[in-house]
């Protein structure tokens, strides 16, 4: 008799990736110097947009994230995976309600139509202060693991931007 091992697809290893730990099991944050560290869930920018668990430190006028597993406090530090420039135009919005982001299980039922609330907690960083398509500048979008911690985010990003000129007012 045969047996055959169970085998994943793509799809399959795709869609485990994105149902991540939870949030609560985010024990890293700091401010050190001005500058927040922690650790947060992107929304990636690539065709799939899955949602990813990243290092982000906000400071210097930029928001830089690492992979979750980079160790900074080695010489030379890691090179960042990515880097969102900030500048005095740059706003961040709160998203709720309707404009949370939707994923599979969260607003989103198996047939792609919206359902109840979507992800909590999230937020997005828009540099130029306009959102543009077909290869402009996009936005990013982050999950904290509360409603403090993003407040506490979304004021460290908006520290940033005051620092390089900018106002305090936030988007919505």
């Not at 607003?107 to 543009?132: A, N, Q, T």
């Amino acid at each position: 008799m045969v047996t055959l091992e169970p085998r994943a697809c793509v799809c399959t290893l795709g869609r485990r990736r994105t149902a991540r730990k939870p949030l609560d099991s985010f024990d890293f944050d700091d401010m050190d110097g001005g500058r927040k560290k922690g650790r947060l869930v992107k929304r990636g920018g690539g065709p799939l947009k899955t949602w990813s668990e990243k290092l982000v430190i906000v400071g210097d006028g930029f928001i830089d994230f690492y992979n979750p597993t980079d160790d900074l406090s080695k010489k030379p530090s890691p090179l960042p995976l990515g880097r969102i420039a900030l500048d005095h135009r740059t706003k961040v919005k709160r998203l709720d309600g309707a404009d949370a982001p939707r994923i599979w299980g969260a607003g989103l039922d198996w047939l792609g139509r919206s359902v109840g609330e979507g992800m909590p907690f999230c937020f997005e960083v828009i540099p130029g202060g306009v959102k543009m398509t077909n290869g402009g500048v996009t936005s990013s979008q982050f999950q904290a693991k509360s409603e403090r911690d993003r407040s506490a985010w979304m004021e460290a990003v908006l520290s940033e931007v005051e620092r390089l000129g900018g106002s305090r007012a936030r988007d919505r």
